[in-house]
């Protein structure tokens, strides 16, 4: 935000005692000698300076050359730059001008024969028409304020916070509290026509000046006369650049021809050399990067440089005055549908605003969304940006993301990287069976009754199934499964238990379930019923051979059996003949080992394969 007349620049002095060090201003040398009306500058040195000789016309500067960008017919009073996008300047007899478009052209939005800009801000112009202030916040509607009394012609102005503003005039002090729409009277009688006032951002101190220098500690509210110390009259201007270094300037008076610099506010003074060559008295300077480059503008028109200040310039850059806050670690299920909130919280140590313009997603293996990545920020407000992630896999995820952003005081782009840690998480496989118990009911003796379980993955992970064990294969064996087996989440599979009696009676055994998220037990219940005409002396007479066996194991029985069925060792069922129409089976297909053969229901008999 820029003031027009002298906006960093006005008389201030608390207790002072005065350094008598040698000279760091004695360079300065003489910019322009056309007849130079107004001036003004952003941090890096690119600004607008309005010429009146040969002819009046407005330059965009870098550093310390121009190129004409706006010829006028009438001398240009007064111009102020907002941005590296926006300007305002005043026309003597044309009226306002307004440029928004990097100062390459000027819209006359409102005419008039006495208008002159005072202050300007992103969204708010300030000028006089006359002696009367007004103001704009859309460069198409102008309208007076109220609270400044008539005649009392405003001079210079400067902000505090978003609504607090105090401006300067002929006669009074004044202080807004609502963005520069109406003004209330502070301090009578101030001491002087060159009246400016200056706020120091490193503290949010107002001070006033002219022959009498004063200090407000409350925003402006009140004001008290600043004690000169062993100088009675240190009136002058004080020159500040708005960068949070709290460093000033106090320019000479007809009582000293030197410029002090402090940066205690004042409790210090320290002589850094002389002013301008050409003459003691200003219309308007501007410090940039701390001190390492003064401009002056002096009654006569000259502009004058001097960059042998003692500061030098801000080194930082812009990126390195950028904080961030983010989470340690955001945790997200990769099993639910909602997203987990975090928040990414900015902060800035530099005196301009900073926009930022996007975030950029540089690694992760989730999902990161921004409900309002484009925040405003500076160095009294942080900004935050509201975030959602979702992950896609279980695991550490690395997240790397980059903030774009631009100063709004130069326009320069640059970024801020941010690193955190995410976390995907899953609940455990976890096995559901829809029973605990398997009931067969009465089966005939010899015969055979099948069922079936359901096995279904309730949990966020796979569920591997290892195993599935009858107690008693030989009377409840299990169907024939290919271990190991997968089941998705919220997926199922049907596993078939039967039940061979090999007697009358009840049987009660039990199926375990090995899987990766543990174990579990079905109980499995049967009675067996004898058929007329079967005796038990049928299990009694069957016999295998040969064993060893290498392809054919043959059966010997009285009868022929109707179904036969080969088990492992852990009681799985490796293969399963169903019907069984010969005296034989095959067991070429299986690896060598050693197995049991159960016939029609007969306790199981060992045997091996040899290869």
Not at 75 to 102: K, Q
Not at 170 to 177: F, K
Not at 478 to 494: D, E, Q, R
């Amino acid at each position: 935000m820029r003031s027009a007349a002298g906006t960093r620049c006005l008389a201030l002095l608390l207790f002072v005692i005065v350094s008598t060090s040698s000279p760091l201003y004695s360079t300065w040398r003489l910019l322009d000698a056309r007849s130079i009306s107004s001036m003004d500058f952003l941090p890096n040195g690119r600004g607008l300076v309005a010429v009146n000789l040969p002819a009046p016309h407005l330059e965009i500067w870098n550093t310390s050359s121009g190129v004409g960008v706006f010829a006028t017919s009438h001398p240009i009073t007064s111009v102020v730059v907002v941005d590296a996008a926006h300007a305002w300047c005043s026309v003597r007899g044309d009226g306002l001008y307004y440029s928004w478009d990097g100062w390459q052209s000027w819209n006359n939005v409102l005419a008039g024969l006495s208008l002159r800009v005072v202050y300007a801000s992103n969204g708010l112009v300030e000028f006089n028409k006359g002696s009367a202030l007004q103001y704009s916040t859309d460069a198409a509607t102008f309208l007076p304020t109220t609270g400044i009394l008539p005649g009392d012609s405003v001079t210079s102005m400067d902000r505090i916070s978003s609504k607090i503003l105090v401006a300067a005039a002929v006669y009074h002090l004044y202080r807004s509290t609502d963005g520069g729409v109406s003004w209330t009277q502070t301090r009578s009688d101030p001491g002087g026509g060159s009246l400016s006032v200056y706020v120091d951002p490193s503290n949010g101190y107002a001070f006033a000046g002219g022959d009498t220098a004063r200090v407000s500690r409350d925003s402006g509210a009140t004001w008290v006369s600043v004690q000169a110390g062993l100088f009675p009259n240190l009136a002058g201007q004080i020159v500040g650049s708005h960068d949070c270094s709290g460093v000033w300037y106090l320019t000479p008076n007809y009582f000293r021809g030197s410029l002090l610099r402090t940066q205690s506010h004042g409790d210090y003074l320290q002589d850094v050399g002389p002013a301008s060559a050409s003459s003691l008295r200003m219309t308007k300077c501007v410090v940039i990067d701390r001190g390492s480059s003064f401009y002056w503008l002096d009654f006569s028109g000259l502009l004058w440089l001097d960059s042998t200040g003692l500061d030098g310039s801000i080194t930082q850059p812009a990126a390195a005055s950028i904080s961030t806050r983010s989470p340690s670690s955001v945790e997200n299920d990769i099993c639910s549908a909602a997203a987990t909130n975090f928040t990414l919280e900015f902060n800035y140590t530099n005196c301009d605003t900073i926009a930022m313009d996007s975030i950029a997603i540089l690694s992760t293996s989730g999902t990161i969304g921004f409900t309002n990545p484009h925040v405003v920020f500076s160095n009294v407000a942080s900004a935050v940006v509201n975030a959602t992630y979702i992950a896609k896999k279980k695991g550490v995820d690395s997240v790397r993301l980059r903030a774009w952003v631009h100063s709004k005081l130069d326009n320069k782009r640059f970024f801020k990287d941010i690193a955190f840690t995410a976390l995907g998480i899953a609940a455990p496989a976890k096995l559901a069976i829809a029973s605990p118990t398997i009931s067969f009911g009465q089966t005939k003796v010899d015969s055979s009754r099948s069922s079936s379980v359901t096995l279904s993955n309730q949990g966020c992970e796979e569920l591997r199934v290892d195993s599935v064990v009858s107690s008693d294969p030989q009377t409840f064996p299990v169907g024939k499964l290919s271990f190991p087996l997968t089941i998705k989440t919220g997926a199922s599979i049907n596993v078939t238990v039967s039940f061979h009696p090999h007697a009358s009676g009840p049987f009660v055994e039990a199926l375990e379930i090995g899987t990766s998220g543990g174990h579990q037990f079905i109980e499995l219940r049967g009675t067996g019923a004898i058929a007329a005409g079967v005796g038990r002396s049928f299990r009694k007479t069957i016999a295998i051979y040969p064993n060893p066996v290498r392809n054919v194991l043959r059966i010997q029985s009285s009868s022929q059996p109707t179904h036969a069925i080969i088990l492992d060792l852990l009681g799985r069922n490796v293969l399963d003949f169903n019907p069984l129409t010969t005296f034989a089976v095959d067991v070429s297909s299986l690896p060598a080992g050693a197995y049991f053969l159960s016939v029609a229901g007969t306790p199981p008999i060992p045997f091996i394969v040899a290869r």
